[in-house]
């Protein structure tokens, strides 16, 4: 379809209009993103925010494309990046066709002197998310050198605020916040993978915007190699997030005819804060085909419960530990191949090893099948030790930019897939792997940055290559075994966003399993990722990563709100302790249906030492309220128990076996008056205003708290 002149696209879904400006030959500029705007004459709108032509860059206002560009007149950053040996450096795309798609629209443009064909694709899902992305096709002869292809979406003038994310091993997804002012914020990954400090959600909103209150806006560059995602804001009034691939020099190259495709950049609108552009991208991914539905299994893995220690008689007590407390998946973690004895060799070389499996896996499998359980297996694929037979017979596998190989990190390289003689052969590996053994799960581990990573031979660089060939062996993998489960896992959450989540169908948070670290690394994951999705572990009783000791209630209280597991030596745990945690499993399958479908909420508590999350489903609600410190209060203040219908009554009350039921883990929590069994009836509205009294908490306890609504749709109570 060629746009006519009163071509303007009003896309409304899931409670956010997206307005397009496809009038004139120009790529599309966005006019409007943000709350549904109902019955709308989309030409009115335009005009309404038209700017005066004051005339700087050019007399006419200037056109901000989803893909700026200089020609318009525009001086900020650009969407396209690229030259043939210095020429075609600016482009000029003219709109030829524009076609609805399923959820948005397809535009198709081209650039007649700089030779170069452009499609863009903007979508806005039943959730209310949309994504954009760009695919641009060299249509001349010679090479044509692309340094970036960005998008962007508006946002307006009142978001002030940036939220973004940092981070490292152990610590991933610590929030900061800065001022929104004129200029770019640029967030740049160059690790070659996610990155546990990648930007991970930017999202811009009014001052001071917190998680029930203030509009919000947020982008996300779904990409697990180099990206870039940006906030830019100008002094002629324009506002903008965007995102996009980062490339390193000379990666792309694209010949006559070649095509380079974008990453989706995801954009959410959040009314009332963070939890409402949370629950769109929960309400995307459940809404996938392939997003798992199956009740998520209790998980035991073994890595901090025997780590490179594999012995059958070993791992077989704690596979029935871990049967008797209620597990219904064991994964053997890293050390069960090659001579991978420890962390320095054997990477590459996916044969069990006869030197600690003498009769294969085959036994631990029986074992663990005949008491009731899955078996999941760790695999890290992209690397390989220079100490592993696969090193010795490729030497020229492992990615290096030149002659010389990276520095070693985990003592290990990083296995070349871009050559398809290694893609080939890592593919028939975890294949037969995968045919040879029952195994319904893989926990896909990559445990490095990729540094000078090149293709060994020509020296190119690779992480475009790289990234986009594991994208290609994992979905090679799921086709050729579509009832295997997926983990993804990167030295703990280095790798989440949402296009490893395509293919994979939880992500490895952290390897902190420090309840009271995982209360951040955890919440701030969930802003992206639902709870379903996101691997949370019990771990020993002193922490293995912070040395700092918690009570189970708080470790397993803590770790139900996600895909629960466990991850310690079972074997040498008391009876006693055995039981408590075969309770919290109890309650996991109680109400892993609630957790993983329901509606995730999160308290703007005032207080620093509390936070509270919690599920919302149709009928009843689950909340944590958590210490992590001592309050400045004493006692301390209410607490409001966000997002259950105002309009219903809840029979509200402390959840066992969190052990303030049985008076411990509060200091004074026995005496807190509403803190029994009979808890208290409220209704939602008074629940969302008035609140609960917090607790007096030891810090590092939880408090579990359950409100079940009493009466029906029709307000009569029915139960209490
Ligand atoms: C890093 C992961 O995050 C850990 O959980 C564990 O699988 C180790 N790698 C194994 O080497």
Avoid at 118 to 143: D, K, Q, Y
Avoid at 518 to 539: F, N
Avoid at 566 to 587: F, G, K, Q
Wanted: proline share 6%.
């Amino acid at each position: 379809m060629r746009p006519s002149t009163d071509d303007l696209v009003h896309l409304s879904s899931g409670g956010v209009s997206l307005v397009l400006d496809c009038r004139g030959a120009a790529l599309p500029a966005i006019v409007y993103w943000g709350e549904a705007l109902g019955d709308l004459d989309p030409a009115q709108l335009a005009l309404a925010a038209a700017p005066q032509p004051i005339g700087f860059s050019a007399d006419t206002p200037v056109r901000v494309s989803i893909l700026p560009e200089q020609s318009a007149g525009w001086l900020g950053h650009p969407g396209l990046a690229g030259h043939r040996d210095g020429r075609a450096w600016s482009s000029r795309f003219s709109v030829s066709g524009i076609d609805r798609s399923a959820h948005g629209v397809r535009i198709d443009a081209s650039d007649r002197d700089a030779e170069l064909n452009l499609t863009v694709e903007i979508e806005l899902h039943p959730a209310g998310v949309s994504r954009a992305r760009a695919r641009l096709t060299n249509a001349g002869a010679g090479t044509y050198w692309l340094e970036h292809l960005t998008l962007f979406l508006p946002v307006p003038a009142e978001t002030t605020e940036l939220l973004d994310f940092t981070g490292h091993h152990l610590r991933e997804r610590a929030p900061q916040r800065t001022a929104f002012t004129h200029g770019m914020r640029l967030r740049e990954n160059r690790t070659g993978r996610t990155g546990y400090d990648s930007a991970f959600v930017l999202v811009a909103g009014m001052a001071g915007f917190g998680n029930r209150h203030g509009r919000v806006w947020g982008v996300h560059t779904a990409f697990s190699g180099g990206a870039r995602t940006i906030a830019e804001r100008n002094y002629h009034g324009w506002s903008a997030l965007g995102g996009g691939e980062l490339l390193l020099p000379g990666e792309v190259g694209l010949r006559e005819g070649e095509s380079y495709t974008t990453p989706w950049l995801y954009g959410v609108f959040g009314a009332a804060g963070l939890d409402s552009a949370a629950d769109r991208f929960h309400g995307y991914l459940r809404s996938r085909p392939h997003h798992p539905r199956a009740p998520r299994p209790v998980v035991v893995n073994t890595w901090e419960a025997v780590y490179f220690d594999h012995d059958l008689g070993r791992l077989t007590e704690l596979a029935h530990a871990a049967a008797r407390v209620g597990a219904e998946r064991f994964v053997l973690d890293d050390g069960w191949f090659g001579s991978r004895r420890d962390d320095t060799s054997g990477l590459g070389d996916w044969v069990v090893s006869r030197e600690v499996w003498p009769d294969g896996l085959g036994p631990l499998i029986k074992v663990v099948r005949e008491a009731g359980m899955e078996f999941g297996l760790w695999v890290e694929p992209e690397m390989i030790n220079p100490d592993s037979d696969l090193a010795r017979a490729h030497p020229d596998w492992m990615m290096a930019a030149g002659d010389r190989l990276p520095p070693p990190a985990r003592s290990q390289q990083v296995l070349d897939l871009g050559n398809p003689a290694a893609f080939d052969h890592m593919l028939e590996r975890l294949d037969a792997l995968l045919t040879e053994n029952d195994i319904s799960y893989l926990k896909w581990d990559h445990n490095r940055d990729l540094v000078d990573a090149g293709h060994p031979g020509s020296g190119r660089a690779g992480v475009h290559d790289q990234t986009n060939a594991t994208y290609r062996l994992l979905d090679d993998l799921r086709a050729r075994h579509p009832g295997v489960e997926i983990e993804s896992c990167s030295s703990g959450g280095g790798r989440v966003d949402l296009e490893i989540l395509e293919r994979t169908d939880r992500i490895w948070a952290s390897d902190c399993i420090d309840a009271h670290e995982r209360v951040g690394i955890q919440r701030w994951t969930s802003l992206l990722v639902p709870l379903e999705l996101i691997g949370s572990h019990v771990g020993a009783g002193r922490s293995h990563t912070t040395h700092r000791v918690l009570p189970l209630s708080m470790q397993a209280g803590h770790a139900i709100f996600g895909h629960f597991g466990i991850e310690c030596d079972l074997t040498t745990r008391s009876a006693a302790e055995l039981a408590e945690l075969a309770a919290w499993v109890d309650l996991y399958k109680e109400v892993r249906g609630l957790l993983h479908t329901g509606t995730l909420v999160h308290g703007d508590v005032a207080d620093p030492a509390y936070s509270l999350t919690g599920v919302v489903g149709e009928d009843d609600g689950l909340f944590a309220i958590i210490a992590t410190a001592t309050s400045d209060a004493y006692p301390p203040g209410t607490v409001a128990l966000p997002g259950l219908d105002p309009d219903r009554l809840y029979h509200v009350r402390p959840q066992p076996p969190g052990d303030v039921a049985d008076g411990n883990a509060a200091a004074w929590g026995a005496a807190l008056p509403w803190c029994t069994p009979q808890g208290v009836h409220l209704t939602g509205r008074a629940l969302g205003s008035s609140g609960l009294r917090l607790p007096v908490l030891y810090p590092d306890r939880v408090l579990l708290v359950r409100a079940t609504a009493v009466d029906d749709q029709a307000g009569r109570v029915v139960a209490s």
